[in-house]
């Protein structure tokens, strides 16, 4: 009995190596996952004033006759995957310390590509809360990155008595420039 249980005992073993071996001769099982990858493309409508400060200065005899104006060449930078529309307003009328003030509709604002000519001229609307933002231009079919715009300031007294009784100092404001999609 101890040798038919020993060459039992060896036949399983024999049969359990092999089966092992086989398990792990066995080519091993692929598998695989997919992730879907959307691409998104968002509107980029963005615009920046390159030269903040704007000084137009008074200082000739001509210039309370005839206004100043000021070329600021690439005064905006925007940055736009479509077409677009950009206007010009401010909110408040210019004001000296001590509250002395210059209407904003004394400042005519126009705007060209810097490699263009200029497109409308508007007069600055100080009531842009009640919808006086004021259209530069529209740019139906340019999009584009790095897009650099010249901007003219021109102030000009509504009469020679107003420029003349106006106290002398420094009259500021903010002037806001919008762009938005068309």
Excluded: W
């Excluded at 066995?26 to 963005?46: R, W, Y």
């Excluded at 408040?92 to 210059?102: A, L, S």
């Excluded at 809360?129 to 509504?158: C, E, I, M, R, T």
């Amino acid at each position: 009995m101890k040798t038919k249980n020993f060459l039992l005992t060896g036949a399983l073993l024999i049969v359990a190596l092999f089966s092992v071996n086989g398990v792990m001769a066995a080519e091993p099982i692929a598998t695989q996952s997919n992730a879907k990858v959307s691409i998104i493309i968002d509107d980029i409508l963005s615009i920046q004033v390159l030269t903040p400060e704007v000084e137009l200065i008074y200082d000739d005899l001509n210039d309370f006759t005839e206004g100043v104006s000021k070329e600021m060449g690439e005064h905006l930078l925007i940055n736009a995957t479509r077409s677009f529309d950009l206007k010009v307003f401010t909110l408040n009328p210019f004001t000296k310390e001590g509250g002395t003030t210059i209407e904003g509709s004394t400042i005519k604002i126009s705007a060209k590509a810097s490699n263009g000519s200029y497109g409308n001229t508007v007069t600055l609307n100080a009531n842009a809360a009640n919808g006086g933002a004021q259209s530069l231009f529209s740019s139906p079919q340019q999009a584009g990155f790095d897009l650099k715009y010249d901007v003219n300031y021109l102030h000009k007294f509504n009469d020679a008595n107003t420029a003349i009784n106006t106290a002398t100092g420094v009259y500021k404001a903010d002037v806001t420039y919008q762009i938005t999609a068309s």
